[in-house]
Structures are given as structure tokens and as C-alpha cells.
T-cell receptor, first 112, second 116 residues
Framework: QKEVEQNSGPLSVPEGAIASLNCTYSDRGSQSFFWYRQYSGKSPELIMSIYSNGDKEDGRFTAQLNKASQYVSLLIRDSQPSDSATYLCAGTPSGSARQLTFGSGTQLTVLP | GAVVSQHPSWVICKSGTSVKIECRSLDFQATTMFWYRQFPKQSLMLMATSNEGSKATYEQGVEKDKFLINHASLTLSTLTVTSAHPEDSSFYIC????????????FGAGSRLTVL
């Protein structure tokens, strides 16, 4: 079982819609979670970090963490074509605060 | 903010040659840097953790004699792919944490290696 799992997609949404990206993790000791966006041929860039249960909002992005269910999600409101990219969920393994374990990524396409 | 510079951004080499990739933290000191590899349509896989002044820690399945890592200063880590073969063609990305205590990785721009 992978430590961090994502629906590989691809996920397509129309412009202006809400895109919902989901991630589950197996390491119950993981404390920190991150969403990265990666455009084709580029390196990942941080979108959101979340450490506590609940929601965290930043502009059009909302990250949700449920440690009991071992579930992390990212919502993108008012999706734009420029949001089209691969979104990587990552978590910090327990006992190793300095590393990240990445999911396989979800490819999102926002259709104009 | 923390900036990580990586170069070359792309390199093409012949099979059997060695290639060096540099990763620099520009505005902060990084005692630890991480090297990832990403094959097409796959996620990032951690290859090794580079520690300043000591030996790198390699992930299982990564050959330390093939992927030489040197972290001689607080701002520079290098990855050398020795005797490269076509199967080593990949996107190599370094990352580091800023020294402000935040648990956030900053990535370099990546180096795309093509071995002919």
C-alpha cells in the first residue's frame, strides 16, 4: 500500500466550477500535509500546507484535513484554465520531520 | 523567501558519461537538501537526503555509487550521475528547507537528463 494515495485522474472541470482533489494517507503519525502544483516540465510549487484538523483557506484554495479518516483534500473554487496542472499531495512521515512522501498526483484540466 | 537554484535545467549526454547537477540555496543555509527523481507521468521519488559535511542517506534501491552526492557547504549540494545509461533519463529535482524553522520544502527548477 502506498503511503500517500491520490486519484490519478485525469479530472476535468469547466471554467468557474469547483475542482475537488482528494488524498488519503496510511501513516497515522503523519502531522504535516502539503499540496503542490506542478506544471508540465516544471518543478512543484507549494499551494497550501495544513497541519490541523479542519479547513484552511487561502484565496480560491481550501485545504481540508481529517486525521481520524486520514484524509486530505484540496478545493479550488472558480477554477481557471491556468489551474490546469498536476496536483501533488504530500505528507511528512512520522519520525522524519524533514522528508516528504508524495502521492502520484492528480492531473486537473480546466476547460474554458 | 527561500530560493533554490538548480542547474543545468537540461542536459543531453552520451551513454557511459557522467553528469553533474548542482543545487544551491541562494538566500538561506540548508544543512539538508533532498534529491528527487521523476519519470514521465509519475510522482516524485526521493532518492537521497544530502547532509552538509557528512554522507548522504540513500533510499532503498538507489545505488550510492552511481548517484554520487556531495554537500560540501551549507549552500551547495551536487548530484553526479556516473556512467549514465538511457534508463537514467529522468527529471531530477532538488529541494531544501529554509532555515526559518518552517516545515516547507522549496524546490529547484529541476534538471532534465537525457542519456542517448
Amino acid at each position: 500500500q502506498k503511503e500517500v494515495e491520490q486519484n490519478s485522474g485525469p479530472l476535468s472541470v469547466p471554467e468557474g466550477a469547483i475542482a475537488s482533489l482528494n488524498c488519503t494517507y496510511s501513516d497515522r503519525g503523519s502531522q504535516s500535509f502539503f499540496w503542490y502544483r506542478q506544471y508540465s516540465g516544471k518543478s512543484p510549487e507549494l499551494i497550501m500546507s495544513i497541519y490541523s484538523n479542519g479547513d484552511k483557506e487561502d484565496g480560491r484554495f481550501t485545504a481540508q484535513l481529517n486525521k481520524a479518516s486520514q484524509y486530505v483534500s484540496l478545493l479550488i473554487r472558480d477554477s481557471q484554465p491556468s489551474d490546469s496542472a498536476t496536483y501533488l499531495c504530500a505528507g511528512t512521515p512520522s519520525g522524519s520531520a524533514r522528508q516528504l512522501t508524495f502521492g502520484s498526483g492528480t492531473q486537473l484540466t480546466v476547460l474554458p | 523567501g527561500a530560493v533554490v537554484s538548480q542547474h543545468p535545467s537540461w542536459v543531453i549526454c552520451k551513454s557511459g558519461t557522467s553528469v553533474k547537477i548542482e543545487c544551491r540555496s541562494l538566500d538561506f543555509q540548508a544543512t539538508t537538501m533532498f534529491w528527487y527523481r521523476q519519470f514521465p507521468k509519475q510522482s516524485l521519488m526521493l532518492m537521497a537526503t544530502s547532509n552538509e559535511g557528512s554522507k548522504a542517506t540513500y533510499e532503498q534501491g538507489v545505488e550510492k555509487d552511481k548517484f554520487l552526492i556531495n554537500h560540501a557547504s551549507l549552500t551547495l549540494s551536487t548530484l553526479t550521475v556516473t556512467s549514465a545509461h538511457p534508463e537514467d533519463s529522468s527529471f531530477y529535482i532538488c529541494s531544501a528547507r529554509g532555515d526559518n524553522g518552517a516545515n516547507v520544502l522549496t524546490f529547484g527548477a529541476g534538471s532534465r537528463l537525457t542519456v542517448l
